[in-house]
């Protein structure tokens, strides 16, 4: 691995996890779920396979909120390879140039 291809990668975690971050600290600040679930979507995905939020019995119950933990974890990885990807891309493009 070269330098270039070791700074894009640092680069996109780095934009993961601040994107992950920034998200979620918008979802929170949100009083709709509807909301909430659309800066969060990976966390919402996650609760909806395990069972369906909008239950009020599963509230708050520990399952709910470990599956929003795991599905609020999830956007560093998804959001690390799609920077990954777009900087990639960014780089070839302008190296065209």
């Not at 600290?25 to 709709?32: K, L, P």
């Not at 659309?38 to 599956?67: K, M, R, Y």
């Not at 990954?84 to 960014?90: P, Q």
């Amino acid at each position: 691995m070269n330098a270039n291809s070791r700074k894009r990668m640092l680069a996109s975690i780095v934009c993961g996890v601040v994107l992950t971050a920034g998200l979620t600290a918008t979802a929170y600040v949100v009083d709709s779920r509807t909301w909430a679930c659309t800066f969060v979507w990976q966390a919402c995905l996650v609760q909806t396979v395990i069972h369906t939020p909008d239950n009020s019995i599963h509230e708050g119950s520990p399952i709910d909120v470990f599956a929003f933990a795991f599905g609020v974890s999830l956007g560093v990885p998804l959001y690390s390879v799609a920077s990954y990807l777009a900087l990639r891309r960014l780089d070839a493009s302008s190296a065209q140039r």
